[in-house]
């Protein structure tokens, strides 16, 4: 279980809290999303939560445990958004090796199974793959590290309706191994995939109902 107790990030040199006292539970092998629009803080609390940055104040605990940034860095996976502009192996095996040469081929087809990239010949370059495909190894590249927590900023953005179609039907199928924080700005049919929902505003978190946001998303299709 995640929990996120009077989180406040405030860099000296901006005028207001980027993130102002947020609260949150995750339970395991859930998803839980977050919606807000551009510059609401979304991008910088996965940092927080990933170890890459450090909170102002306040307490990120993992069952009991309160961690810090370093232990962050190892409980959580982030997944940036457009992973794919940061690929730098030359094959598929080199991109999901990166950092970790030890890891042995179980856990390299593991990785590869867990997104169904397993038909994929270890020797392609990620630069071949299709973009849903780009982003499916996006994540077995933090995948394959067993991170307790996945965090995924806008996994969905740039992609087309079938692929943003085949993404959300993965992230269904990985919750029930992992946990799951996406954040993003347009949560379409993430929603239908949400066990838990928050709305985020000028760095302001509140929790809101996924099935109600679902149906007003809904309402204006069925009475087109
Ligand atoms: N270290 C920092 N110092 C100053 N300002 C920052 C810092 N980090 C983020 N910001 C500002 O904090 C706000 C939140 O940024 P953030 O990238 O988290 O938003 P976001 O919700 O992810 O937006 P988007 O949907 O466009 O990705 C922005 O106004 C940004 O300019
Ligand atoms: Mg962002």
Not at 6 to 14: K, R, S, W
Not at 170 to 185: F, M
């Amino acid at each position: 279980m995640l929990y996120l107790r009077n989180l406040v990030y405030h860099p000296t040199a901006c005028p207001t809290a980027i993130l102002k006292s947020i609260n949150l539970n995750l339970a395991p092998q859930q998803l839980g999303l977050i919606i807000g629009p551009s510059g609401s803080g979304k991008s910088t609390l996965l940092e927080i939560l990933s170890g890459l940055a450090e909170p102002t104040s306040g307490s990120v605990f993992w069952r009991e445990q309160e961690l810090i940034a370093e232990q962050l860095q190892q409980l959580a996976g982030l997944v940036f958004q457009f992973p794919e502009r940061h690929f730098c192996g030359g094959t598929i095996l080199e991109e999901l090796r990166l950092g970790h040469p030890e890891l042995g081929s179980e856990r390299v087809k593991h990785a590869l199974s867990e997104v169904g990239l397993e038909h994929l010949s270890l020797d392609t370059s990620p630069h071949a793959l299709s973009g849903g495909q780009q982003r499916r190894l996006a994540f077995a590249v933090q995948l394959i590290r067993q991170p307790h927590l996945l965090l995924l900023d806008e996994p969905t953005a740039g992609l087309d309706w079938s692929m943003r179609r085949q993404l959300v039907n993965l992230l269904a199928k990985l919750k029930k191994d992992w946990t799951l924080l996406v954040v993003t700005h347009d949560a379409g049919d993430l929603l239908a995939i949400a066990d838990c929902c928050w709305m985020i505003n000028h760095g302001e978190l509140r929790s809101v109902d996924p099935k109600a946001l679902e149906t007003k998303v809904k309402e204006p299709q069925a009475a087109a």
